[in-house]
């Protein structure tokens, strides 16, 4: 039976691929986050943003999404069944 964290020891955990997508996932999902400002003065080609741009809305979204997104893919398990008996 597959528990949701089965491992024998850590580096077997860390060495899944699930847990390394999440991962890498989860580390685009922060560059974007903490970047967002500063790409978004890029683009505008302005020195001052507001708060409620859409464009920085859109990219502060984008990057919660793959930090969650990086969060989940992680603790899945590998042997992960989405119809059990079929």
Known sequence: MNNLLSFVNPLEFLLRYTVIIGVILAIIGVAILCSAKRITMAKRKQDEISK??????????????LVIAGMIVMVLPISATLYPGV
């Open 52 to 65: 409620n741009d859409s464009f920085y809305m859109a990219l502060i979204i984008i990057g919660a999404g």
